[in-house]
């Protein structure tokens, strides 16, 4: 090296240290006159030192799925995450959690996520897990002053398309009524439960093993009911979509649940007898990990299958993509391991050509991990939404644009995390009879096991 280059490459050193100098009294200077030396931080917290102290729950009731267990995740620094079990489901997935989590950094997301993964499982067995997920990100948008789905890599749209069913009827004209009541909400996206329950005490219209228990008829996986759909029963369950279809017409998406437990070849005779009202879906046909009868099915007909809302493992979506078992995919947030995870499904999915919808049924807060999670994914559809006609539904929090769901859409909130707080009046007006309202959980600060060690 010659001394020329030595000299300019020490000069340069000086000169960048001079500018670093320069620029740090700078920020010195602004500090002084009261300006923080780091923007976009939370002036309250030092991200380094944020410590988890604390994880409570208050337990919400509504109309429709519930209970619905929230959770608070509580720090040295006053910052604090909002997360929701999923509805149904039991605070305790969350709070066993609590041990793995006390004294951590709230800020290490997927660290902290892949440290309590393995307790999440199939269903509302991941509630736990995908709760502390959500409060995390909360925490984290919270910190650094800025909404979830910017920390996702941006959003695609500013507004996300909500669709919802309605109570069913045993008269297909009524049900055709309220369906028409939906689309004039503004909804541009309507769902609609069909099964054999409306078949219930008609003779000749489903075949059906005489003196089954309840657990055969709700527990038994569909191909081992013996139940099937007759001709008479598949005419007549026709009856309420061509009704539904003829009262909102063609112009709006109509996907289709609650089928029932019926047998493989009865789920592909309705949907073919379906294909004449272009459904966006029928969903959930028969359980998720039939991978190989969902693509007999999904084979076998032009109307769309749709599932996922129990699915845990990205590994699972994976394969229902690859082989293209289904045509849609629907992870419930809730189940599939919170935001993060189901944003890196939706990715995935799209690399496979799946569009992706979302399933929800919970509060405002699970509602808002959704939006956020739906807003950052390019090949989402459509998010559910349980609580229409729940009138104090929206009430539950604040901080947020209202009407929530505003002709058919729910705004991206701006605000940091979530971009919601509860409004604790409201929320206290609907705790489960019996419960408290994010009251000291002691009897979950020791670990219950040591399940989680590796041995081998």
């Keep these: 090296?010659?001394?020329?280059?030595?000299?300019?490459?020490?000069?340069?050193?000086?000169?960048?240290?001079?500018?670093?100098?320069?620029?740090?009294?700078?920020?010195?200077?602004?500090?002084?006159?009261?300006?923080?030396?780091?923007?976009?931080?939370?002036?309250h917290s030092s991200p380094s030192q944020l410590k988890i102290t604390d994880?409570?729950?208050?337990?919400?009731?509504?109309?429709?799925?519930?209970?619905?267990?929230?959770?608070?995740?509580?720090?040295?620094?006053?910052?604090?995450?909002?997360?929701?079990?999923?509805?149904?489901?039991?605070?305790?997935?969350?709070?066993?959690?609590?041990?793995?989590?006390?004294?951590?950094?709230?800020?290490?997301?997927?660290?902290?996520?892949?440290?309590?993964?393995?307790?999440?499982?199939?269903?509302?067995?991941?509630?736990?897990?995908?709760?502390?997920?959500?409060a995390l990100w909360d925490i984290a948008g919270k910190v650094y002053n800025i909404p979830i789905y910017q920390m996702l890599g941006g959003k695609w749209r500013d507004k996300v398309r909500i669709y919802a069913d309605t109570t069913e009827s045993d008269d297909p004209k009524e049900y055709a009524r309220r369906a028409k009541e939906r689309?004039?909400?503004?909804?541009?996206?309507?769902?609609?439960?069909?099964?054999?329950?409306?078949?219930?005490?008609?003779?000749?219209?489903?075949?059906?093993?005489?003196?089954?228990?309840?657990?055969?008829?709700?527990?038994?996986?569909?191909?081992?009911?013996?139940?099937?759909?007759?001709?008479?029963?598949?005419?007549?369950?026709?009856?309420?979509?061509?009704?539904?279809?003829?009262?909102?017409?063609?112009?709006?998406?109509?996907?289709?649940?609650h089928l029932g437990h019926i047998g493989v070849n009865s789920a592909i005779r309705l949907c073919r007898a379906f294909e004449k009202y272009n459904l966006e879906w029928m969903e959930d046909l028969i359980p998720w990990y039939y991978t190989d009868l969902w693509k007999q099915i999904t084979d076998s007909t032009t109307t769309p299958t749709l599932t996922g809302e129990d699915i845990y493992e990205l590994t699972d979506f994976e394969k229902i993509c690859q082989m293209h078992a289904v045509d849609k995919i629907h992870p419930d947030l809730a189940t599939s391991g919170g935001i993060l995870r189901t944003h890196k499904i939706g990715d995935m999915a799209f690399r496979h050509g799946v569009p992706m919808a979302m399933h929800f049924a919970g509060t405002p807060v699970s509602c808002m991990a959704n939006v956020h999670c739906a807003a950052a994914t390019r090949n989402f559809l459509a998010l559910e939404n349980h609580s229409l006609d729940v009138p104090f539904w929206q009430d539950l929090v604040n901080g947020i644009e209202k009407p929530i769901v505003n002709q058919g859409y729910i705004t991206v909130p701006e605000g940091p995390g979530l971009g919601v707080t509860l409004n604790d009046d409201e929320c206290k007006k609907h705790l489960k009879p019996g419960t408290g309202y994010f009251e000291p959980t002691p009897m979950w600060d020791e670990k219950q096991s040591f399940d989680d060690y590796i041995f081998s």
């Design 1 to 43: 090296m010659s001394q020329g280059n030595k000299f300019n490459r020490r000069s340069l050193l000086k000169s960048s240290l001079a500018v670093m100098a320069g620029g740090m009294a700078g920020v010195n200077a602004r500090k002084l006159e009261g300006e923080p030396a780091i923007q976009n931080v939370n002036p």
């Design 55 to 134: 994880m409570r729950y208050a337990i919400i009731t509504k109309p429709g799925p519930s209970p619905c267990p929230l959770i608070r995740i509580d720090t040295n620094q006053g910052v604090y995450g909002l997360g929701e079990v999923r509805d149904v489901a039991n605070y305790q997935y969350a709070m066993v959690l609590k041990s793995r989590l006390v004294g951590e950094n709230p800020l290490q997301v997927d660290y902290l996520f892949e440290k309590i993964a393995q307790f999440g499982g199939i269903s509302r067995q991941a509630g736990g897990v995908a709760a502390v997920e959500m």
């Design 183 to 257: 689309k004039a909400m503004g909804l541009t996206w309507m769902k609609m439960d069909l099964g054999i329950v409306m078949l219930k005490g008609q003779p000749g219209m489903v075949m059906e093993p005489s003196g089954m228990s309840n657990w055969e008829l709700r527990n038994q996986p569909h191909p081992f009911t013996g139940i099937e759909v007759t001709d008479k029963g598949i005419e007549r369950l026709s009856e309420y979509v061509d009704a539904v279809r003829g009262a909102i017409g063609y112009d709006m998406p109509l996907s289709m649940d």
